[in-house]
């Protein structure tokens, strides 16, 4: 496998024409697992009737969706129809639901702007059928900010419910941080720390999530070009909470294919979906590399490095956009 990154594909309208031609999907067609467990579909996540079509005569017990909140959203939405937009996906989740089920949603909130959308979302979903259970946040640790404001280290998850769904307490437990060390206590005269006193190298999770690394270049985990990366640890944990073995799990939002692969890897069944059929075939290509050779992601290539190799069209548009030199069998110097 060649050793190179791709640039971000959310950013690049070029470089998404010139990989649709290697995608399985065109919109409006869904790609079934030969093995009959999972699902991808290229729709529109706030379309109902295709998001019937996906599901058939079947309804899941878990959703895990992550909308694109991010500023490349608004720049051809404003944040009324982005909410307009959330509620018409979410109305399609609920159906798509059991009666008792769970739905985590990743949402982010813009510090530059009155924290959109977060609180037009909460208020929204007040009227969806869906109770709200927890506000979980997941430090990374990495951040971004400037000298003038504190940096910016979280990303927000909500947890809603539909009914009584199944939690499985278990599955939340986690290493002790190296952060929870206090509080101190005197035992028999002598100062002690949680982790002297603890009987368990395990703690219960709570809803904040220190534990997690995010998703980085040097992780096999990763899939070069898709900007919004969830780490797989994370949605384990929801997936193992939340769902039982061959429960069917749904993600409208596929991009980087994680809710897939988790699925895949904990004995659940997903189906997912995608309205670029580039993230379709991502996560399609995920999923076969997976059973392959059970790696995870690309870590320092990515899922489409043999095309780059043999298509002149896409070779040349990253060599001459992003200073890529692309050789056979040789790492790429990627200066942008």
């Known amino acids: 496998m060649v050793n190179f990154q791709l640039p971000r594909i959310d950013k690049d309208r070029k470089l998404q024409e ?6 399985r999907l065109k919109m409006g067609e869904i790609w079934s697992d030969p093995l009959g467990r999972h699902k991808v579909a ?69 510090q530059k702007n009155h924290f959109q959308p977060f609180a037009e979302f909460i208020l929204m979903m007040r009227n969806t059928g869906f109770s709200s259970k927890s506000f979980i946040s997941m430090r990374n640790q990495r951040g971004y900010g400037t000298q003038k404001n504190w940096m910016a280290l979280r990303q927000e998850l909500l947890y809603y419910v539909k009914g ?18 206090g509080y ?27 534990d997690i690394q995010q998703v980085f270049y040097r992780m096999e985990e990763n899939v070069n ?13 929801i997936i193992l909470s939340a769902s039982r073995m061959n429960d069917l799990v749904i993600d409208l939002f596929s991009h980087a294919g994680t809710t897939v692969l988790a ?44 095309e780059v190799l043999k ?7 990253l060599i001459k956009n992003y200073n890529m030199e692309i050789k056979k069998n040789s790492i790429i110097e990627f200066y942008k």
């Open 164 to 181: 009584k769904p199944f939690f499985n307490v278990k599955a939340a437990y986690t290493n002790i941080p190296k952060v929870l060390r």
């Open 18 to 23: 010139l990989l649709r031609p290697y995608c």
């Open 225 to 237: 070009g898709c900007y919004a990366q969830k780490p797989l640890k994370a949605i384990e944990r």
């Open 42 to 110: 290229c729709i529109d996540a706030s379309d109902a009737n295709s998001v019937k079509t996906l599901m058939g005569n079947e309804k899941a017990v878990l959703a895990i969706q992550d909308p694109p909140y991010n500023l490349v959203a608004f720049d051809v939405m404003s944040i009324d129809e982005f909410i307009a937009f959330c509620k018409r996906w979410v109305d399609n989740t609920g159906n798509a639901l059991k009666d008792d089920s769970s739905l985590y949603v990743w949402l982010g909130a813009d």
């Open 263 to 306: 699925c895949e890897i904990h004995d659940r069944r997903c189906f997912s979906s995608d309205i670029d059929p580039v993230y379709c075939e991502i996560t399609i290509r995920r999923l076969e590399l997976y059973r392959d050779s059970k790696k995870t992601g690309w870590q320092n290539s990515n899922p489409f490095a043999d």
């Open 311 to 317: 298509d002149k069209k896409l070779r040349g548009h």
């Open 184 to 210: 101190y206590k005197v035992i028999d005269g002598k100062v002690t720390e949680n982790l002297e006193r603890s009987k368990s190298k395990f703690i219960r999770a709570g809803n904040i999530w220190i």
